[in-house]
């Protein structure tokens, strides 16, 4: 492969979509000549001060249990081993006496009779159609050079790059104009890279004025001209040590922005007393806001201003239950007015706007449920007439008279998740297999009613096993990408349920993320081993000018 290791960045660009026009701020990283001292001693002479901390047990500091929130009630099963350093296997532990309340979050309001939400769909199509969706610009239908085969007649392969950090890296993701790869470690930084530029590493965030041990977890590029970072994780006391966590006690968990191209922090928001584990922004009515969820089991909403900097107002999602909050997806068609966060081992749908518990889907998993979103399945008109051809061949003799009343059309959308099982065999081994479940949800007709959501398929494998929390999946509308704990991504199409393909090119260590890039033949992946693999198709490096990927050539 070595031998065509520049081939893929020979080809001709592809036309880049106008409304994801290369941005100033991508140009400016570009020709920018100096860049910040990114040596690999600096980063080993700051992670040598966390050896000269002092063992100071934060159990011993009970004395401040008079600043505890209330208690809420806990939903988490018996854990089977401490969460270490690493992110661990099993379950993790519920952190109890050492939550502080964030000495900057707003005191909580007198308490108020919520209203009894009711959900209207024809409000909802109101909405939907005044502020509509902007997903999915980019898929395997697009008419881009998106990757959209994965099989034995379409292999693909590594790319030759150096993508790499000193700690296990825990996510990625894309700027919005498709040119920049954001990377999330454990030591403390946030590393982009540019994609159209041999992923070239051109800036290098880290808050220089923090005292304390920074760790991302996660992290989106903000506002049109994507000159802002706003990242996320857990904030560690550089001279405390919990016995009970086996790391550095734990302290509040800020939202940092950063600007890119200074690399310099413009605001933190303070609300959530533990580790930060997924963070969204997107516009509601217009407005500004970002989403946050985190192990302490909440999620914040921030009304940010027009310069997605200054905070105007946060509110929590109360529920009362919640003992981890994972990720979020917001629903199709509604306006972003409600989404579905996978919580604890559940799937709960909360209205955004009134910042209320709507419905829980529960026991979706045994342990953990800890990665949900919705998808566009482009095989689903497919799917569905081949279950009817089957219910009729079933009933065919059998007359149904509801059948033949003109029903309203049904609204739905398509859900896919993952999540752990609990380890009740042996350590770190359980009974039941590790699943990715494919979920139809469908919208209420009536004023009042409930969401349904239905299991449409699981996807499985004999060599399938992912049971360790933290870990996302992705689609491209027709296939499923699933990591393990082993170093594999396991390919899934979605339609019949077959693993096509099974990329092992990590070590035999958790792959934490993996992503599609929109409008090029790439698929990128991170995991524990501290690197990113990036993927395309073998014979594109091998005889690009005779290769048409997707629906467009390059």
Known sequence: MSDHSDSLWSLPEPQTPPAMAITKETRKLRKKKVFLDISDEETEEDMSEHDSMDQVDTDDLLEEAE???????????????TLTKTLSKTKPKRRGTTIKTPAKLKPEPVKKVKKQLVYSPTKVKQLSTKYPDRYWSFHVESGHAMIDVINQDHPIATVPCQISDQAPITSMTISPDGTLLATFSNVGAVKIWDIEDEFRLVRKLRDMEEAHIDEFYCGKFVSETQALM?????L????????QDEDNHILPCPIKIFDIETTKVLATLHGHAEEILCIKALQFKSENYYISTSQDGYIIKWHMGSDWITLLDSNRMEDGMTCMAFTVSFLPNTGNKYFMAACDEHLRLYDFEDAQLL????????????????????DAD???ANQQKEDLNQEEEMIDIESCIEKEPEQHAWFISRGTE???????????????????LIYPTQTGGEFVLEQIQKYKHEDYHSNSWLVKITSNGRYLLAP?????IFVFNLMHGQLTAILKDHQDIEVRDVIFHPYRPLIFSSGDDGCVKVYSYKQLMESPKDLTIGTAPL
């Open 422 to 440: 609990l380890c009740d065999i042996s350590e770190g081994v359980s009974s039941l297999p590790n699943t990715v479940t494919l979920h139809k």
């Open 236 to 243: 560690k006391d550089r001279h405390r040590f919990s016995v």
């Open 67 to 81: 600043h505890l929130p209330p208690f809420r009630t806990a939903l988490a099963k018996t854990l089977t081993k």
């Open 484 to 488: 393990t704990i082993y170093g594999q």
């Open 359 to 378: 419905q829980t889907f529960e026991d979706m998993y045994s342990s953990y449920c800890d990665c949900g979103k919705f998808i566009q399945w482009f």
């Open 230 to 234: 706003a990242t996320g994780g857990k």
């Open 382 to 384: 497919a799917y569905e």
